[in-house]
């Protein structure tokens, strides 16, 4: 089976393996040449086969199908409410739980209930604050980048001194924690982000999580009683219709917000670098023009966004799309970066640019799981591109292209790092 990956302008011809048999997202093959999976998917298989590590699953690349999927109620997050015996699709611990049973696997009316009380994180009031932090905060990180630039030769490792601690400091001050606790905080993070793959994950399941869930027990017992001006604080108080979170929900909502507000953001900061570095001229017109920030993040979103698909959406009965049956209880995902690229869509799909409008692209998702932490994401990503390149306008790779490593995550798209050389500091 041959296919032609567009981006970029790339013709060669790629070999895919036969379709009509369920493809694995973990292969080196699809995350190589993904963009040729896409876009045969899109012209001959809309409904497909795939597998997610061990899961099998139906996915949906055209944009259409995408959309109509996350807003059509035949499919579920909760497989309980198709009458399964669990949330998830196999055995879990109660310190896994707790990271999956927040409102994003939850259906209406739950979903709605947990967004409400949740949704004062994210109010214009609460970003508007957050804006001043993170201004300062951006220009704190990159003097201690300069500085770790001329001790090391002038290169250094900008996801590890720049992308990484911005969203890692805001949903500490969000939530809470103290610097002394910091640690402990990102030790949490670490395991939220990278212990669910490879070796490492039965001594997440066993060990990890649970230290990290005692923690946040800790804190918030430790919030209840001295009570302050954060996040974690405010969910404590929120009250909807008489009703509060529970201590359980409490902590998924906390998991929650470091998934939503952490882990997007590292990787569409990183990834945006990467990209405005791979097309000069679009670099260019940005910075001659910082009011283009804006529609320059949502193409970047479009373009490169780390997230590729969605959680899991389950049938509650029998679906029959493009002639395909979905049986009751099947998991299904829609592939979001297939829908993004998809020309019925978006004219000239492989081209980026930063002035592309309209921009109705699903790197955040779409209908009652709109992604909460959106606002934030596109927040920080745009001011950490506005001062990176004020105060280093000559930054450059390290090393060549073909060396950054794209990590082998289920349907992420993010690099192990970035090195760069920082030049013409200001």
Request: proline share 7%; glycine share 6%.
């Amino acid at each position: 089976m041959i296919a032609n990956d567009l981006r970029d302008g790339a013709t060669s011809p790629i070999t895919l393996p036969n379709l009509d048999k369920p493809f694995n997202f973990m292969s080196e093959h699809f995350i190589a040449h993904r963009h040729a999976y896409y876009a045969h998917l899109r012209e001959q298989m809309p409904v497909a086969r795939a597998k997610v590590s061990v899961l099998n699953v139906y996915t949906l690349a055209r944009y259409d199908d995408c959309v109509a999927l996350l807003k059509d109620p035949r499919f579920v997050r909760n497989r309980k409410n198709f009458g399964a015996r669990g949330l998830m699709p196999f055995p879990t611990p109660k310190s896994v739980q707790l990271v999956a049973k927040s409102m994003i696997l939850e259906d209406e009316p739950e979903h709605r209930r947990l967004r409400q009380l949740v949704h004062r994180a994210f109010t214009p009031r609460a970003l508007k604050h957050l804006e001043e932090r993170i201004e300062s905060l951006t220009h704190e990180l990159l003097d201690a980048a300069a500085a770790e630039a001329r001790a090391g030769g002038g290169v250094i490792d900008l996801m590890q001194a720049y992308a990484l601690p911005i969203p890692v400091t805001v949903i500490r001050e969000m939530v809470g924690v103290s610097e002394e606790d910091m640690p402990r905080f990102q030790s949490g993070l670490r395991v939220l982000i990278d212990g669910f793959s490879g070796l490492g994950i039965l001594r997440t399941f066993l060990f990890d999580l649970p230290k990290a869930t005692t923690f946040l027990r800790g804190l918030i017992a430790d919030k209840r009683a001295n009570p302050g001006d954060d996040i974690l604080t405010g969910l404590i108080q929120a009250e909807e219709d008489g009703e509060r979170l529970s201590e359980d929900e409490l902590i998924s909502m906390v998991y929650l917000l470091i998934f939503a507000g952490y882990e997007t953001t590292v990787h569409l900061i990183t990834n945006g670098v990467l990209t405005l570095l791979q097309h000069p001229q679009e670099l260019a017109r940005l910075r001659a023009d910082p009011g283009m920030m804006t529609s320059a993040v949502e193409e970047i979103t479009r373009y490169a966004g780390p997230i590729l698909g969605t959680k899991m959406n389950y049938a509650s009965e029998d679906v029959s799309w493009h002639g395909v049956t979905i049986p009751k209880g099947a998991a299904v995902m829609p592939l979001l970066e297939s829908a993004n690229y998809d020309p019925d869509h978006f004219p000239e799909p492989e081209r980026f640019d930063i002035a592309r409008s309209p921009n109705r692209h699903l790197g955040f998702g779409q209908g009652i799981h709109y992604c909460l932490g959106a606002p934030l994401a596109r927040l920080e990503a745009g001011i950490a591109f506005q001062n990176l390149w004020d105060r280093f306008p000559d930054l450059t790779l390290a090393v060549a292209l073909e060396a950054i490593e794209v990590a082998r995550m289920p349907l992420w798209y993010r690099h192990k790092t970035l090195p760069v050389r920082l030049e013409g500091a200001s």
